[in-house]
T-cell receptor, first 110, second 114 residues
């Protein structure tokens, strides 16, 4: 069973702090990794993609990938109340299918 | 572009009835995906099409579910007969392979089977 695991949360972070979201995956052959944000009652929206080991930064967001540990993370700097949402980790496995984790609920405390 | 369009946005039906969900992908996108999202199981891929051809339907729960894509601008997901456990939000997403695998999701159809 090819799985993507995330802590369901909720993860509560004070406004202005760094939020750290984590994800592990089981298919060692996976090559593409994604973070989606989903507001309550809305559809998922892609915010970051990463394909190689290391860090990838885009504004306040940094995605980190460690293929040896089968671990992907998302850091959100200077967290804002508008960042409160569910964050879905997604992995494209060697079968060319994108598998989603169940998501981590993030709550930014004003 | 209007993005991925889904209809209806909400559907309430009784057990045993046929349900048809509709999707119009973004123009020019050549891949289309149907997902189902529940609290218990998260976001699950049901089926996806490349160039209107079904590639993988291993996520379709059972024979009550069927999907078609008769042309590049339209797809349907049908449930017949529907059951209460089919209650979920059904998302359609489309993708252009020239955009680094970015999937664009529609607004979803919230289905309630009584």
């Amino acid at each position: 069973q090819k799985e993507v695991e995330q802590n369901s949360g909720p993860l509560s972070v004070p406004e202005g702090a760094i939020a750290s979201l984590n994800c592990t995956y089981s298919d060692r052959g996976s090559q593409s990794f994604f973070w989606y944000r989903q507001y309550s009652g809305k559809s998922p929206e892609l915010i970051m993609s990463i394909y190689s080991n290391g860090d990838k930064e885009d504004g306040r967001f940094t995605a980190q990938l460690n293929k040896a540990s089968q671990y992907v993370s998302l850091l959100i700097r200077d967290s804002q109340p508008s960042d409160s949402a569910t964050y879905l980790c997604a992995v494209k496995n060697r079968d060319d299918k994108i598998i989603f984790g169940k998501g981590t609920r993030l709550h930014i405390l004003p | 572009d209007a993005g991925v369009i889904q209809s209806p946005r909400h559907e309430v039906t009784e057990m045993g009835q046929e349900v048809t969900l509709r999707c119009k992908p973004i123009s020019g996108h050549n891949s289309l995906f149907w997902y189902r999202q529940t609290m218990m199981r998260g976001l699950e891929l049901l089926i996806y099409f490349n160039n209107n051809v079904p590639i993988d339907d291993s996520g379709m729960p059972e024979d009550r579910f069927s999907a078609k894509m008769p042309n590049a601008s339209f797809s349907t997901l049908k449930i017949q007969p529907s059951e209460p456990r089919d209650s979920a939000v059904y998302f359609c997403a489309s993708r252009s392979t020239s955009e680094e695998e970015t999937q664009y999701f529609g607004p979803g159809t919230r289905l309630l089977v009584l």
